[in-house]
């Protein structure tokens, strides 16, 4: 008991952290007073997750995935209040919201009103919020392509890889203490990932620095 008490503090200071990383785009918009450069989907996409997970939370009646979510979803919603306040492009990213909002009302629909209440909705919540994480961690294998071929580090967030491997790896392990693969499974993707990305900055960083006139990355 008192190791799952500390995989839960675990996963909920990694986890907030790793959303607190959002801060950073934040003190730029409110300093720049623009979101150029600045991707406005992640914020979505990782609010619309914190929501379903939320619920899937409050169905199992846990409170470290309760917690988490809570927060999470809070702080996504404050960046993308923020987003929509300093974007030029207002009705873009106000269609996105809507096609969001009608996802996430659908989404509430067949849960909630149309699957009966028991391990059915809470097995089928659970495969749902699986399959939208592993997407989320997977999504970055893409840039890693680009990455590869340019040899260039300046979008990949140091802070972010260390925070998502700590926070993938301790909610794998709290998973697995509750027999939990709902929450288990789709967060091992995200130690693979982290551990991606690690070696890139190992890899071309020792590059970098062998090079004339290298420069320290700015992380």
């Not at 996963?11 to 007073?33: N, Q």
């Not at 169905?59 to 702080?75: E, R």
């Not at 996430?104 to 919540?125: I, S, T, V």
Request: glycine share 6%; aromatic share 14%.
């Amino acid at each position: 008991m008192d190791f799952l008490v500390l995989l839960s503090s675990a996963c909920i200071v990694f986890t907030v952290g790793m959303f607190s990383t959002g801060l950073a785009d934040l003190k730029k918009m409110m300093s720049t007073k623009s979101s150029e450069n600045i991707q406005f989907l992640p914020f979505l996409m990782t609010c619309l997750n914190n929501l379903g997970w939320l619920y899937y939370g409050m169905l199992k009646n846990d409170g470290t995935v309760i917690i988490v979510n809570v927060i999470g979803a809070c702080l996504q919603i404050l960046y993308i209040i923020f987003y929509c306040h300093y974007t030029k492009e207002k009705c873009r990213v106000m269609s996105q919201t809507s096609v969001a909002a009608g996802v996430l009302a659908a989404g509430w629909l067949y849960f909630y009103m149309l699957l009966p209440q028991g391990d059915a909705q809470l097995a089928q919540l659970g495969l749902t919020c699986s399959v939208v994480t592993v997407c989320m961690y997977a999504s970055p294998l893409t840039d890693l392509v680009g990455i590869v071929r340019s040899r260039n580090l300046q979008c990949l967030s140091f802070p972010l890889t260390v925070a998502t491997f700590f926070t993938s790896t301790s909610w794998v392990l709290y998973g697995l203490q509750l027999d939990d693969y709902y929450i288990m499974v789709p967060n091992t993707p995200g130690i693979f990932t982290s551990l991606i990305r690690l070696f890139l900055f190992w890899r071309f960083s020792s590059v970098r620095e062998m090079s004339p006139g290298y420069k320290p990355l700015k992380l």
